[in-house]
């Protein structure tokens, strides 16, 4: 009897020691899953992903590809950007410019999109003064990364949180975004976008989400610093907060176009 409780006890400090090293792993990591995709990152246990129709924004999202295992987040003029550990994976996917930040990052994606899909009459933003600064190059490459290095430079989080309607987080969908403009103690906004969405059989709701930031760096995931749920964060329809990794939104922040 003696040595069978001593067996059990060093078999659970043994599934204790590898569950730590693992949890240690997945939060110092980037792409601990080495996933090839968003899609290919697992939804957390109980959970179930959305459906993604065949040509929607969601299985574009989902389909992004993620840059190998221990990749890092590089700044657009060079070198690796500061606080590593607040990103889960690495979007392969170039910047356009120094100005490509947070709420440029959710434009970005949004009018690639719609750009592969042909779709250019439907790529149009709102500026600062809520003017429309519509797309008209076609499917011109060069026309449209022009037209996105301009837009970054007319449009902020202000701009993208006016364009925007709130959403509630129970109707949450890949593609809607958080965002906040300047707020009293911030001088600045902060935007980023759910890039997958799950749901388990009790109704809760777990999001995935990308983002920029300033200055421009590699678009990646945003890390949940519980390794468990990496990179997903859980939310109730009747939370009125937020917490996407650093960042906090209120239940009118959560927005779509």
């Given at each position: 009897m003696k040595k069978?409780?001593?067996?059990i006890i060093l078999a659970l400090v043994l599934v204790l020691a590898i569950g730590g090293a693992w949890a240690y792993y997945i939060?110092?990591?980037?792409?601990?899953?080495?996933a090839r995709t968003i899609g290919e990152i697992p939804a957390p246990f109980g959970y179930h992903r959305v459906e993604a129709p065949a040509g929607s924004y969601t299985e574009y999202l989902r389909n992004l590809p993620l840059k190998e295992k221990g990749a890092k987040i590089m700044l657009y003029t060079g070198g690796e950007a500061n606080f590593q550990f607040l990103g889960s994976a690495v979007i392969d996917q170039p910047l356009l410019s120094n100005y490509e930040q947070c709420a440029d990052?959710?434009?970005r994606l949004r009018a690639e999109y719609l750009w592969q899909k042909g779709r250019y009459g439907q790529i149009c933003f709102r500026d600062v003064n809520r003017k429309k600064v519509q797309y008209t190059g076609g499917s011109s490459r060069k026309a449209f990364e022009k037209y996105m290095r301009g837009i970054y430079g007319v449009c902020s989080t202000y701009s993208l949180y006016h364009e925007t309607k709130p959403r509630a987080i129970k109707d949450v969908q890949p593609g809607d975004v958080f965002v906040y403009p300047a707020r009293p103690g911030r001088k600045y906004g902060h935007a980023i976008i759910v890039v997958d969405v799950a749901r388990s059989k009790s109704g809760k709701i777990a999001v995935m989400c990308a983002e920029g930031n300033t200055p421009a760096r590699s678009q990646h995931i945003v890390r949940n610093l519980n390794p468990i749920s990496n990179p997903w964060f859980f939310f109730d329809e009747d939370d009125t907060v937020f917490w996407i990794g650093p960042f906090h939104f209120n239940k009118k922040e959560l927005r779509h176009y």
């Open positions: 069978t409780i001593i067996s939060s110092k990591t980037s792409n601990p899953w080495n990052v959710t434009m």
